[in-house]
């Protein structure tokens, strides 16, 4: 009699504590979901009448800013290259770098050699970028300018040097640990086929692992093209179209967070605009990387 | 319970003490001040002052409201003139055609621009004409101007930037200056100048310091003195306007910008003070 109701007394217990936890859970689930959404909301409600009353074309495809004059431009098409052309110069040097040494730490380094390397290497992406930015700045851009005597050293080539060191960590952590998920029974079977170490991690270990590794990468693109503080310092910022490897540049989070402080009516919409194409440029990869941890998914199966 | 009581009666003293305490006209010393009231529009360049100033015009004399409005330089002068505001700003000298209508021109600060370049530029002085030439493009090598045989690297503002905005306006140079590099802060232009021998940037002369080098335009060096007297050239006055002698608002406000307090004000805003 008395265990019954005792028992039915933590039954109740268990249910109402299940029930609050699980509503909190739930809560805590919701400010993320909901902050994404405001964010979203607030920026197209921000952005896009200023997008419209510029004209979208002219916005996207115009070659002009000079937002603040009487007859001033609001095309963003350099800045939009601008972020293209750093972007791709960090994943045409970033990723062979990161997947090298993501190969040599999971598959060729001693075990001694990678227990030292791969905390060096979390610590790089725990480096905030301001201090990325401070050193392209000090040690990056001077050296650019002697080493190609240059006018001066602020330029693509010294914000993609900057962002390829920003973006190894992601890609080589993430491709460590999809190299390390292949199934041992690949490698067995293709050294037992007589393949080489080599031809083993490039024929066999890395197209098995290519869905993650190829994660990495975009998680990479992803880093880079939000980049805004590190790149800034490096990059001379001018609103004009990119015109080598060694121009100077302004890239779309630039854009926003040097003329933010003044900007005031259409130039500040316009800006809030270029967050738009900003989140629209993100909107993609995250659909691509989606597709691609899908499809990664389902060829594991 | 009866604790609580206390509590609330306490309580309710407070805020009604509070509440008539807010009545009152007070600055903190307790002793009783004055109320104005004014309106003040005019240029953006000096509105960007003016509006530190209203806040601790109010702040001193509560109660009162100082309501500091943009439009331009040229805004200020006519309202002054037609009397809707009480005080007018401008960031120039009056034209000719606005002088004789009985506007009587207070200067309340100087707004001086430093011509930066890197302490080891040989050259040492440049005339307006070729600081134009100079930041429009016109000349790109030092070699032009008798320096060594470098490339011009311009360091300009971002659009918006207030110190752009008197630059270009004083040099006549709107939507012409080359972004070479565009640095989002003072701080920013004096560091990129000081680490490249070619490059050429502005500054408010209220922040020159020792890593980069002034140059002397037109002759006349950048000093606060010269800034101060007006002949050094990259420099605009700020002008407040009253019709004829200044009200009884008017003369309130303007009291407490030529004060130490309001001049500190104008200093800490980066401008050149006046008294």
């Known amino acids: 009699m008395s265990n019954a109701s ?9 249910r109402i504590m299940t029930f609050l936890v699980e509503n909190l859970f739930m809560v805590c689930a919701f400010v993320s979901v909901l902050a994404v959404a405001i964010i979203t909301f607030f920026i197209f409600y921000s952005g896009l009448p200023g997008m419209i009353e510029i004209g979208i074309f002219d916005f996207i495809f115009g070659t002009d800013w000079s937002p603040v004059y009487a007859d001033g431009g609001f095309g963003i098409l350099p800045m939009i290259l601008g972020s293209i052309y750093a972007t791709a110069g960090a994943i045409i040097i970033g990723v062979p770098v990161g997947l090298f040494t993501a190969v040599m730490l999971s598959r060729i380094a001693p075990k001694w050699l990678s ?6 290497i979390e610590l790089l992406a725990g480096i905030p970028s301001v201090v990325y930015g401070f050193f392209g700045l000090m040690v990056i851009v001077p050296f650019v300018q002697k080493f ?5 050293g602020q330029s693509l080539f010294s914000a993609i040097l900057i962002l390829s060191l920003m973006i190894l960590p992601t890609v080589i952590t993430i491709s460590i640990t999809s190299i390390n998920s292949v199934p041992r029974e690949y490698t067995e079977a293709s050294l037992a086929l007589g393949a080489t170490k080599i031809e083993t991690i490039f024929k066999v270990e890395i197209p098995a692992a290519k869905s993650g590794i190829l994660s990495g990468v975009i998680l990479g693109i992803g880093r ?39 900007a005031s009516g259409l130039h500040r919409s316009a800006l809030f605009a270029t967050g738009v194409i900003l989140f629209v440029f993100i909107m993609i990869l995250n659909l691509v990387l989606m597709a691609i941890t899908r499809k990664g998914g389902a060829v594991r199966e | 319970m009866k604790f609580h009581k206390v509590l609330a009666i306490i309580m309710a003293a ?39 100033l209203a806040e601790a015009f109010e702040d001193k004399y509560p109660g ?65 004409e070729q ?11 030092w070699s032009e101007l008798g320096g060594a045989d470098n490339p011009v690297v311009v360091v300009s503002r971002e659009e918006g930037s207030g110190t752009r905005g008197a630059f270009e306006e004083i040099l006549d140079l709107e939507d012409m200056v080359l972004q070479t590099i565009v640095s989002d802060s003072t701080g920013a232009v004096k560091a990129t100048v000081a680490g490249n021998e070619n490059a050429i940037g502005y500054i408010s002369a209220g922040s020159m310091d020792s ?20 002949v050094y050239t990259v420099s605009r006055p700020f002008l407040m306007l009253t019709l004829g002698e200044p009200n009884e608002n008017a003369k309130a406000f303007l009291d407490f910008v030529f004060s130490k307090e309001g001049q500190d004000i104008i200093e800490n805003e980066g401008y050149v003070r006046v008294d």
Do not use: W
Request: charged share 15%; with cysteine.
């Open chain 1, 6 to 14: 005792e028992l039915k007394k933590f039954n109740k217990k268990t």
């Open chain 1, 148 to 152: 190609f005597s240059l006018p001066m």
């Open chain 2, 211 to 230: 890593s980069v080098k002034a140059m002397v335009i037109d002759g006349v060096e950048c000093t606060t003195a010269n800034i101060k007297s007006g």
């Open chain 1, 224 to 262: 880079a093209i939000g980049e805004t503080m590190a790149v800034i310092m490096v990059a001379g910022n001018s609103p004009y179209m990119p015109t080598g490897l060694f121009s100077s540049f302004r890239t779309l989070t630039g854009n926003i967070a040097i003329e933010m402080g003044y």
């Open chain 2, 14 to 52: 407070v805020l009604m003490i509070a509440l008539f305490a807010g009545c009152k006209k007070d600055n903190g010393t307790g002793e009783e001040t004055d109320t104005y009231k004014l309106s003040i529009i005019g240029s953006t360049s000096v509105q960007a002052i003016a509006g530190p």
């Open chain 2, 131 to 141: 600081v134009q030439n100079l930041f429009s493009g016109v000349i790109t090598n």
């Open chain 2, 64 to 128: 009162s409201s100082a309501e500091v409005q943009g439009g331009g330089s040229t805004v200020g002068v006519t309202q002054a003139t037609e009397g809707a505001a009480d005080i007018g700003m401008a960031s120039r000298n009056l034209k000719d055609s606005e002088q004789g209508k009985g506007l009587v021109e207070h200067k309340i600060a100087v707004d001086g621009i430093a011509i930066v370049v890197h302490p080891n530029n040989t050259l040492t002085s440049l005339t307006t």
């Open chain 1, 115 to 120: 227990r030292i390397m791969r905390p060096a």
